[in-house]
């Protein structure tokens, strides 16, 4: 619970940071032209964290919603570091995308996944090779 003016804005900036960790790497994507096509939202707004124009979401049909935790995650990020473990054993020449797939009770399932990850699902296969001849994958 937020008690003071000061544990608000040391929590927005963490949010802050991350919506601007997801612009970055959004406007470092072959398919963006123009980098104002991508914006973050201002804290405590309503909608969509990450705003696209109209014309990058033709190419990208993604919203999205940020959220960062000091704690409360870890059995998410263990379930995907066993992903990511057993996508590592296997021997497959064709690459392999780990994703966890979580449930809680009363709740439907939900796939996590590397964020790079998701945005190379999105993009259409030229776009993926010229992604990873700049490092992503």
Do not use: W
């Amino acid at each position: 619970m937020i008690r003071t003016t000061e544990q608000s804005h040391r929590r927005k900036a963490k949010g802050e940071s991350l919506q601007k960790y997801v612009c970055d790497f959004l406007r470092g994507l072959p398919i963006v032209e123009d980098p104002s096509m991508i914006k973050s939202q201002k804290m405590s707004c309503h909608g969509e964290d990450i705003i696209l124009e109209d014309e990058l979401r033709k190419e990208l049909p993604i919203s999205f919603e940020c959220k960062t935790a000091t704690t409360g995650f870890a059995r998410t990020y263990a379930t995907m570091d066993q992903a990511i473990r057993q996508v590592e054993a296997l021997a497959s020449k064709k690459p392999i995308t780990p994703i966890g797939v979580i449930k809680q009770d009363g709740l439907e399932p939900l796939a996590v996944m590397r964020f790079e990850d998701l945005i190379n699902i999105f993009l259409p296969t030229s776009k993926n090779e010229e992604l990873n001849r700049h490092g992503i994958h």
